[in-house]
């Protein structure tokens, strides 16, 4: 199984271990995203993708599960 | 003979006190480090490139090693935080206030500040209320002079001034030692024994234009004592001129280390510099904002090693407690944390010292060598993909190359045998044991190694010929391809060859053609650089219509 974001190998959580530390960095930072400036996951996700600070990876896990929320909104709407 | 100088008279006085034998122990343990650092060379490097060769049928030169393998993984963990890295965002509070004609910006005492109405609430009330000045201190602290340069902090001030890289600076003071300018410059010694002589330097130094008055200043002392560090290396003192003036045109960077040398050793004899610092607290309503100044009083060595130093000196107008200030403007202000610092060829350098990985004269080359197989690049060091799979494939499957506590073991055991309580032999059959364990590991797992090495160069290989990323279908990548038809060369899309999208752009013929990564300032289209023979390279924007272009491709 290859990972949901690049080429390399994945494990049992979808990711390489490379962009699994991404998403373990993007989902601890949403609290204090969510305590400064009182945002949405989605506006949060939004806004690490555009910052320039954010690490290539992190931008890729955070596109990726852009992504997939589009597609879990449309299924359900 | 034991001289650190190639001055007549050191050499004369060296042969005239020979020692009656070598020093055996410490060949013995130079020959050990030798043979362990070849045994484990050879054979990783070997395993890694054969696994990647197996695999896709073509040779790339892949290598690792005792000091290799550390140093990469402290740059591939670096690389790792700065791409994961989700920045957070905080705010900082200011007060800006009128003085004699000058304004002055105190920050709030609490700052950082954790959310965006908390600052703005700040800010709500301090507007339009007066400051108080509530406390006003300062104090005076001593600088000490710097030690004396070894080759490690030589290496790195001559980064920090001139940007010359680790393996450069160590070239330039080579032949500055072979025209006895300086003494031996592969020393790791922050001390400078009264031996060589310090009233003689600065004699010699006393007669120069350039130093003269320094050095007069410093004979003037009644007592010369230098500052010295605490690093010691039995071989060599610390760096220093020998007070010989050049007998031929030095170039710049040879004239610019000499002078470094030349102002260092100066000012390691010099008085502690005197700085005060100055400390206000301005109250404004509930809320405290301070303001730091910081004046030099006694310039000291910063005298000596001028132009190599700046005091910063930041100076505002005298307060006193209980005086009330306007304040101008209160703002808050939205920043985000940064991610870690890339590592640059000094900064690492400086953490291969600190991890004791490599010695002095070793440090600059492993560094070069990561380069060379491009496991890094950029000045501002980048770990490839192929850096980072060699450290996969080593931490997955032999993590003790990675380890520099490994390398640190086997550095106190040469210790031990220049200190005769451990032999060479003894020595080199245990590392060799260790060494078997690694290969076989690494034998048994060669497809799974050779499959992941070789992806990685492939992509590396891909990354190197892109150019950008294609602006017309936005999927594919801009990269150097060759017509099918005519072999001729061109800048296309990834996709051209799919017949999907036709964005193309052509190319000279002739010479070498590099990505340069970044985008023409006038039309944003992507740039590279062209290498022909004979000529010098030059910039090229790859849009033919690029305004900056007179008719016919030339750059106006």
Redesign the interface.
């Known amino acids: 199984m290859t990972c949901k974001v690049c ?2 190998e994945a494990d049992e959580t979808g990711y390489c ?2 962009h699994y ?2 998403h373990v ?2 989902v ?2 949403y609290a ?2 969510k ?4 945002i949405s996951w989605d506006e949060y996700l939004k806004e ?1 993708k555009r ?1 320039c ?6 931008k890729q896990v955070a596109s990726h599960l852009m992504k997939n929320e589009e597609i879990e909104n449309d299924k359900t709407s | 003979m034991k001289y650190s100088t190639l001055t007549p008279e050191e050499i004369q006085e060296s042969y005239a006190n020979m020692s009656p034998t070598l020093d055996f122990s410490l060949i013995e343990a130079g020959l050990a480090r030798h043979e362990i650092d070849w045994l484990y060379g050879v054979n990783l490097s070997r395993a890694l490139t054969q696994a990647a060769k197996k695999h896709s049928g073509r040779y790339t030169t892949l290598s690792t090693g005792r000091v290799q393998g550390p140093t990469l993984k402290f740059l591939a963990t670096r690389e790792l935080s700065i791409r994961n890295f989700v920045p957070i965002p905080y705010w900082t509070v200011s007060a800006t206030f009128g003085l004699d004609h000058s304004v002055f910006e105190a920050a709030y005492e609490k700052n950082p500040i954790d959310t965006k109405a908390e600052a703005n609430a700040i800010v709500k009330t301090c507007m339009g209320k007066k400051g108080t000045v509530r406390t006003v201190e300062s104090q005076k602290i001593l600088i000490n002079p710097p030690p004396p340069f070894d080759l490690g902090s030589l290496q790195n001030e001559a980064y920090r001034l001139f940007k010359y890289t680790p393996m450069f600076t160590l070239k330039v003071a080579q032949r500055l030692y072979l025209d006895a300018l300086i003494s031996y410059p592969r020393t790791s010694c922050q001390r400078l024994p009264i031996s060589i002589g310090y009233k003689t330097i600065l004699q010699k130094l006393a007669k120069s234009d350039e130093h003269g008055r320094f050095a007069r200043a410093l004979l003037a002392k009644p007592e010369l004592k230098p500052k010295e560090g605490k690093g010691f290396d039995p071989a060599h003192p610390a760096i220093y001129p020998t007070g010989t003036r050049p007998d031929r045109m030095l170039n710049t960077a040879e004239r610019r280390i000499w002078n470094l040398v030349v102002r260092r050793f100066m000012a390691v004899f010099a008085e502690s510099s005197i700085q005060q610092t100055i400390k206000a607290t301005i109250a404004v309503h509930i809320n405290e904002f301070t303001l730091t100044g910081r004046q030099t009083i006694e310039e000291g060595w910063m005298h000596f090693y001028k132009p190599f130093v700046h005091s910063n000196d930041f100076v505002f107008p005298r307060l006193v407690k209980g005086q009330e200030i306007d304040i101008e403007n209160v703002a808050a202000q939205g920043e985000f944390t940064k991610p870690p610092p890339r590592y640059n060829p000094s900064s690492l350098l400086k953490k291969m010292q600190k991890e004791k990985l490599g010695t002095k004269a070793t440090r600059a080359g492993i560094i070069q060598t990561l380069y060379d197989r491009k496991y890094i690049t950029q000045e501002k060091i980048v770990v490839t993909e192929v850096g980072f799979e060699v450290v996969r494939v080593l931490h997955q499957y032999c993590p003790d190359v990675l380890s520099s506590k490994l390398t640190a073991k086997l550095e106190d055991a040469m210790s031990e045998i220049q200190e005769k309580n451990e032999t060479r032999q003894i020595l080199l059959e245990r590392a060799i044991e260790i060494l078997q364990t690694i290969t076989s590991r690494l034998k048994e797992q060669e497809p799974a190694i050779g499959k992941q090495l070789s992806r990685a160069l492939k992509e590396s290989r891909l990354e190197e010929l892109t150019v950008g990323t294609c602006p017309i279908c936005k999927t594919g990548k801009l990269v150097v391809l060759h017509s099918k038809k005519t072999g001729k060369r061109f800048v296309g899309c990834t996709n051209y060859f799919k017949n999907t999208c036709a964005n193309a752009f052509p190319l000279p013929q002739s010479g070498v053609v590099k990505p340069l990564h970044n985008v023409c300032a006038s039309c944003g289209s992507p740039t590279v650089q062209i290498y022909q023979k004979g000529k010098h390279s030059w910039k090229l924007c790859i849009n033919p219509v690029c305004g900056k272009k007179q008719p016919g491709g030339k750059a106006k």
């Open positions: 080429s390399r271990d490379l530390k991404a960095n993007i601890k930072a204090a995203w305590k400064g400036l009182n690490i910052n600070l954010t690490g290539e990876w992190a």
